[in-house]
């Protein structure tokens, strides 16, 4: 299984971002795919998941309104459409996997077996 993010970069407060993830080696409808961030000196923080490639997408209370989490299931995409930005979402941003995780755990990062390498988001003031 491999993750590949991409699309971050440098943005002003109020912009908007489309951060893509390139999923690979697995059957993507039995994968639930993930966005986790961290900023420097932080924990990794649950960002928003979309569960196995249906309609059960869940956003993190800080991002939720702002945020729109997708799949492309013919191309094992996962996308995260971040507007209206803030510069408290400055972070790096990573992409995760799981074929095991349940609904009740999807915030919980410990259990997704599978991490992209990260793209960093800098939001300036």
């Known amino acids: 299984v491999q993750l590949q993010a991409s699309g971050g970069g440098l943005v002003q407060a109020g912009d908007s971002l489309k951060l893509s993830c390139a999923a690979s080696g697995f059957a993507n409808n039995r994968y639930t795919l993930a966005w986790f961030r961290q900023a420097p000196g932080k924990e990794r923080e649950f960002v928003s998941v979309?569960?196995?490639?249906?309609?059960?997408?869940v956003y993190a209370d800080s991002v939720k309104g702002r945020f729109v989490v997708s799949r492309d299931m013919t191309k094992n995409m996962v996308y995260l459409q971040m507007n209206s930005l803030k510069p408290e979402d400055s972070a790096v941003y990573y992409c995760?996997?799981?074929?095991?995780?349940?609904?009740?755990?999807?915030?919980?990062?410990?259990?997704?077996?599978?991490w992209g390498q990260g793209t960093q988001v800098t939001v300036s003031s």
């Open positions: 979309n569960f196995r490639g249906s309609a059960s997408t």
């Open positions: 995760a996997a799981s074929s095991t995780i349940i609904l009740s755990s999807l915030r919980t990062s410990s259990l997704y077996a599978y």
